[in-house]
Nanobody, 124 residues
């Protein structure tokens, strides 16, 4: 059974930093493109950043370029998202996804595995 579990969310002031982590089990993590999506109240879920299965390819949403960094540790089956210079508009529930398509953007697939999400709230 596949399990995807996020951690690291919280409340932070604008300009602050957070690091999200995601651990996946029940799948061969090093064969999956993985990524982070987010969903704010009343908005659709959007791709934030994704990384290829060997880590050589990364994509970022324009809104987070230069502020967020995605990385993975295949030995630990873990995905990270370092978020710096956070803004109130980054407030959302952040979801880890395993099995995504990476082109010029991050895209979910019909067989994407999702975590339950972790809340990030940025106060102004």
């Amino acid at each position: 059974q596949v399990q995807v579990v996020e951690s690291g969310g919280g409340l932070v002031q604008a300009g602050g930093s957070l690091t999200l982590s995601c651990t996946a089990s029940g799948l061969r993590f090093n064969t999956y493109n993985v990524g982070w999506f987010r969903q704010a109240p009343g908005k659709e879920r959007e791709g934030v950043s994704c990384i290829g299965y060997i880590g050589g390819t990364t994509v970022y949403a324009d809104s987070v370029k230069g502020r967020f960094t995605i990385s993975r540790d295949n030995a630990k089956n873990t995905l990270y998202l370092q978020m710096n210079n956070l803004k109130p508009e980054d407030t959302a529930k952040y979801y880890c996804a395993a099995g995504v398509t990476i082109t010029r953007a991050c895209s979910r697939r019909g067989d994407t595995y999702w975590g339950q999400g972790t809340q990030v709230t940025v106060s102004s």
